[in-house]
């Protein structure tokens, strides 16, 4: 009788679920407090897309350094230390007094937390199947969705009782708790979880490594070969495109849907919640499809590709009309649309950074991000000059439309069955022909 596989890779991919939740309560907590920031502190649209961009800037920078460091310690020390971090900087923003400090707080913010998906990725290299990793990337983001979702709500709860400062500081004792239970519980492999605490059997090891040898030397991808590789600069680019849309909702729609659709606060705080929500559905729902798509057609590049494909095109298709119309209850459905069809791509994204990254899944996921959150840095900062200086909200949606299209098509060029040593090794065959010829 064959023994059945245990279930712990389930309990790390569900610690993993409540970092992903806290990274978007402390990244959120901003965008709801931002009316009441702007009128505190005198700041124009420009200085506030300036204040969203100060956390994006660093964030994206340090995303391939910080998942190369997960590559190189593991991700049980790296996740502990950034947690750690980033959770002290959200307490550290409620001590704010003017502008500058707070740009400096939230660079100082968005460095730390740099680096959380790519270690995250990095964890699950370990302790994911391949027929599991599309649904974890899907089911990680739901989560981090559906806490940006709730946000709102409980900011602006916290906010009406004991003003914008207090959130932050509440939201930073989560982190640390969390930091302090991830550096004593988890381990960076089942062989060392079961030297620690036990409780990972054979079946479960078998069924995660799928016939392969676990590599026992930590790996080293140059930084070459991540700069060289297509698939990734196809990927970052494609991530890039994401992002710039991504980010107009998680940065700008409290206010917008304040400024433009005239809510009041505490409407706005539910109908900000509602594409966040469906983003959730999309995130959980689109992981899900791509891994069932590779264990009926064994083909990896129709299942990763065609998800996200549909997903960031339904999205481009909704996106405009919903800036556009002239009912405030049809803008927000057609933008919660544009949300859960957006979303549906983000499961493939991080499932194929573990396709072709294997063992340096960190590195690739870090140099993907990288590109990716580089759309996330300038989202903002575009979004509040086109608004300032145009009058109109409807342009930054165009322009975002237009982007989800090309990133649409970027993915017809990854390809998720070449990893990066094969890729490598394709580039010196060709190099090697060539000097022959």
Known sequence: MNEKPTRIRHWVLFYICLMYMITYLTRVVISVAAPALMKEFTLTKV??????????????????????????FGPRKVLSTIVLLWSIFTGATALAWSLISLVVVRALFGMSEAGAFPNATRAFSHWLPTTERGSAGGITHACARVAGGLTPVIVAAIMSLWGWRSAFVAFSIVGILWSVFWFVWYRDSPTQFNEKWGGVNQAEIDLINGGRKPSKTVPTVP???????????????????????????????????????????????IFASLPMLAGAAGDALGGWISDKLWARTNNAKFSRRSVPIFGLIMA???MTPGAMTSSPYVAISLLTGGMFSMEIAIGAYWAVCLD????????AAGMMSCLGNAGSAVSPLVFGAVVQYTGSWVYSFVIASILLFVGAALWMGINPELSLDAERALRVNRLGALSVD
């Open 223 to 269: 930084f070459s070969q991540l700069i060289g590789s297509k698939n990734l600069w196809l990927l970052g680019m494609s991530y890039f495109m994401y992002s710039f849309a991504f980010w107009i909702y998680l940065a700008w729609l409290p206010t917008y849907l304040v400024e433009a659709r005239g809510f009041s606060l505490l409407s706005m705080s």
């Open 47 to 72: 200085q506030m897309g300036v204040v969203f961009s100060a956390f994006v800037f660093p964030y994206a920078l340090f995303q391939l350094p910080i998942g190369m460091l997960g590559d190189k």
């Open 356 to 363: 072709i990254g294997q063992e340096s899944a960190g590195s």
């Open 316 to 318: 481009a298709l909704l």
